[in-house]
């Protein structure tokens, strides 16, 4: 039985979302869009599902737009947003984005735009002031993460968006790696437009969400029979966005008893890897970063050959983001830490979930220091 430690590529589904699909996916099998019984049916589980999401983020159910994962809704934020605002064509985003944010905006270059990329301190932390500098009057969009995959820092996104507020700028933020860890509550944060991916709180891959205030106009990118008040076109997998619903609802429930438990756990990896594993040093902010995450930099080894060593003695954790994990490229997100790149290339990243116990993060414990002088010889 292998240790797990890389729930922010994916978590498991929860039970209880197994079980709330099944009948989606055995017996309310209609079209919600057909007016027959069977369609009905299956309209009143989306409408359902919708208003549990809608509940957890403090707003409307029609403002959900339910998609394949986070990827869609990224770019549907950063594309839809931008294209629809009239104000102009310049849009901000963060240098540690999510390549699904990151190269969406890229992408708008070719469209006419122009994109601004913010940069980060040492921690991962926005500069604000760099963001002020670069907001315009034909400004259509900043986008800002509201918490890291790579090295699990959190964005001061109340303050991020007191700046967007005060010109009229839309704000999005991709909070993927965020839902079911972090407040969700759109008002609070001061956000326009939220995405998250249902794998990461325990729904099922494939599925996730975009919510978009009311107010702010949204371009659609696939077109087709007008599903999800035409912002979505394609038939709405009922089945998905219950799990999606009740995954977000149970990590919504435990959200606080859990946060305690991992933050408990995560501060005792953190420290014991930097007392105890020669070189180790944290990537990220020590404190403002989410609970279940731990990401290092080892002097001298390649990221690659440590998680080598530890699976084979059972422990599975990552290199950084696992969308990069093939790519010999220093992650983006570490030099625009300031890392040099070779110090970047050594990056290892446990992250805890529910499954996640003391004696896992015992285990790793045990494993790292002798893994580290393995991959160094
Ligand atoms: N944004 C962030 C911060 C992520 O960590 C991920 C996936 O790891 C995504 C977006 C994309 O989500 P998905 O792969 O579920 O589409």
């Known amino acids: 039985m292998s240790v797990y430690l890389d729930h922010a590529a994916t978590s498991p589904p929860r039970r209880e979302v197994l079980e709330a699909v099944w009948p989606y996916l055995t017996q309310v099998t209609g079209n919600p869009s057909s007016s027959h019984e069977a369609g009905r049916a299956a309209k009143a589980g989306l409408d359902a599902a919708r208003q549990v999401i809608a509940d957890v983020l403090g707003a409307r159910p029609g403002e959900v737009v339910l998609t394949s ?33 990151l190269e969406t905006a890229l992408a708008l270059r070719g469209d006419g735009f122009t994109v601004d990329v913010v940069g980060v301190d040492g921690d991962g932390l926005l500069d604000l002031d760099a963001l002020a500098a670069v907001l315009r009057p034909d400004t259509t969009l900043v986008s800002v993460m509201y918490a890291n995959n790579e090295i699990g820092t959190v964005q001061p996104l109340a303050e991020i968006s007191r700046l967007c507020r005060a010109l009229g700028i839309p704000l999005h933020t991709d909070a993927v790696q965020a839902a079911g860890h972090l ?9 326009d437009a939220l995405s998250a991916s249902a794998h ?15 107010a702010v106009p949204l371009v659609p990118l696939l077109h087709g029979g007008g599903q999800e008040r035409g912002r979505r076109s394609g038939t709405t997998d ?11 609802h149970a990590a919504a429930s435990t959200r606080e008893a859990e946060v ?16 105890g594993v020669p070189g180790a040093r944290l990537t990220g902010h020590r404190t403002r970063r989410l609970p279940g995450h731990a990401s290092f930099c080892f002097a ?27 790519s010999d490229d220093a992650s983006h997100v570490l030099l625009a830490t300031g890392l ?17 116990t003391a004696p896992d993060v015992d285990a790793v414990l045990d494993a790292l220091p002798g893994a580290v002088r393995a991959a160094s010889r």
């Open 69 to 101: 994962g986070g990827t869609e809704a990224d770019n549907l934020a950063v594309t839809g947003i931008a294209t629809a605002n009239p104000r102009g064509r310049h849009v901000v985003v963060s240098a540690i984005e999510h390549p699904a944010v």
């Open 183 to 191: 407040p969700l509550d759109v008002a609070e944060l001061g956000v």
């Open 200 to 214: 990461k709180f325990g729904g099922l891959r494939g599925a996730g969400f975009l919510w978009v205030r009311g």
């Open 238 to 248: 009922v089945a998905s966005a219950v799990g999606t619903a009740v995954a977000l």
């Open 260 to 275: 305690a438990r991992l933050t408990g756990l995560r501060d005792r990896l953190v420290d014991g890897v930097l007392a």
């Open 300 to 326: 001298g080894v390649g990221g690659e050959t440590v998680l080598a060593e530890l699976e084979q003695v059972g422990i599975v954790c990552s290199s950084g983001s696992a969308c990069s994990a093939d």
């Open 340 to 356: 040099d790149p070779d110090v970047a290339r050594t990056a290892v990243r446990f992250t805890l979930g529910p499954t996640t």
